[in-house]
């Protein structure tokens, strides 16, 4: 069974930094893209950053570009999303994700797999 479990999360003030993990089970996590997606209240589900199975290509919602780094970790089956200059917009529950596919996409329902999410409060 494939499990994500998330964290890092917290409430942080604008203009600072926060680092999400997500640890991955049950599969084997190098063979595999992942993604971040992010649902702030009262809004749909939006794709925040994905990164390919070998790490070799990313991609960024042009929302976060320059500001968020994805990457990932195949040795300790984890994925990170490195969050800096931090915006009250930002504001949203944070999701990583999986699927079964190696190359990295933004495309939500390509996405099989979830993790149970972890907030982000940005103040002004």
């Known amino acids: 069974q494939v499990q994500l479990v998330e964290s890092g999360g917290g409430l942080v003030q604008a203009g600072g930094s926060l680092r999400l993990s997500c640890a991955t089970s049950g599969r084997t996590f190098s063979s595999y893209a992942m993604g971040w997606f992010r649902q702030a209240p009262r809004k749909e589900r939006e794709f925040v950053a994905a990164?390919?199975?070998?790490?070799?290509?990313?991609f960024y919602a042009q929302s976060v570009k320059g500001r968020f780094t994805i990457s990932r970790d195949n040795a300790k089956n984890t994925v990170y999303l490195q969050m800096n200059s931090l915006k009250p917009e930002d504001t949203a529950v944070y999701y990583c994700?999986?699927?079964?596919?190696?190359?990295?996409?933004?495309?939500?329902?390509?996405?099989?797999?979830w993790g149970q999410g972890t907030q982000v409060t940005v103040s002004s």
């Open positions: 994700a999986t699927g079964g596919f190696r190359l990295a996409t933004m495309t939500e329902r390509d996405y099989d797999y």
């Open positions: 990164i390919s199975w070998s790490g070799g290509s990313t």
